[in-house]
């Protein structure tokens, strides 16, 4: 509901530290995840993805998980920068022919304290 | 590289005012959507198109038409603008194909309605 939205969950760290971020996905179909980060004033930035076929993908600093049995996403940041700081969605996808539809989490507010 | 592109940044509109915001791409995607994005939220898709002349529904379609007359282009048109309609608007691109690829984003048009 409407309460639900305005109360983004939040993650508070310290840098350096490693942050985990946490999705729960909706569709079981889904074969496509995407996270994006969005900080104040600007676009959703893709972060990094993986398909269903995948339970693990790493990129620069950052690993996303996928456990399909509990339709769970994460994602790691490690040593974690005040740059780092924004608000992160998941967004997920299913099928042949889903031409670029997303849709997204909630979306987590990621705090880096120096 | 200017990726995609959103004019205006801003805009207020009275309710009743009809308006289009612009949305272009240098990248030769072939698919592009429109988001909203409302205060606590994550993205909800509007409309979406898999190419020139070619467009198609998302989860909140009503009160917004859509063209796409070039690759490039993708205007999303308010027809009657509410006060509900106060939200932020996000354009995205994405490669074509039945594998999914990431969606690109632009900065997003901030629009109020009075």
């Known amino acids: 509901g409407e309460s639900v939205g305005l109360h983004l969950p939040t993650l508070s760290v310290q840098e350096g530290d490693n942050s985990i971020i946490n999705c729960a996905y909706s569709n079981s179909a889904s074969d496509y995840f995407i996270w994006y980060k969005q900080e104040s004033g600007k676009g959703p930035q893709f972060i990094i993805d993986?398909?269903?076929n995948m339970d693990k993908r790493q990129g620069q600093r950052v690993t996303v998980l996928l456990n399909k049995t509990v339709k769970h996403l994460s994602l790691q940041i490690a040593a974690t920068q005040p740059g780092d700081s924004a608000v992160y969605f998941c967004a997920e996808s299913w099928g042949l022919g889903s031409y670029g539809k997303l849709t997204f989490g909630q979306g987590t507010i990621l705090t880096v304290h120096p | 590289n200017a990726g995609v592109t959103q004019t205006p940044k801003f805009l207020v509109l009275k309710t009743g005012q009809s308006m289009t915001l612009q949305c272009a791409q240098d990248m030769n995607h072939e698919y592009m959507s429109w988001y909203r994005q409302d205060p606590g939220m994550g993205l909800r898709l509007i409309h979406y198109s898999v190419g020139a002349g070619i467009t198609d529904q998302g989860e909140v379609p009503n009160g917004y038409n859509v063209s796409r007359s070039t690759t490039e282009d993708f205007p999303l048109r308010l027809l009657s603008a509410a006060p509900s309609q106060t939200s932020v608007y996000f354009c995205?691109?994405?490669?074509?194909?039945?594998?999914?690829?990431?969606?690109?984003f632009g900065d997003g048009t901030r629009l109020s309605i009075l």
């Open positions: 993986i398909r269903s």
């Open positions: 995205a691109s994405s490669y074509g194909g039945l594998t999914n690829q990431p969606q690109h």
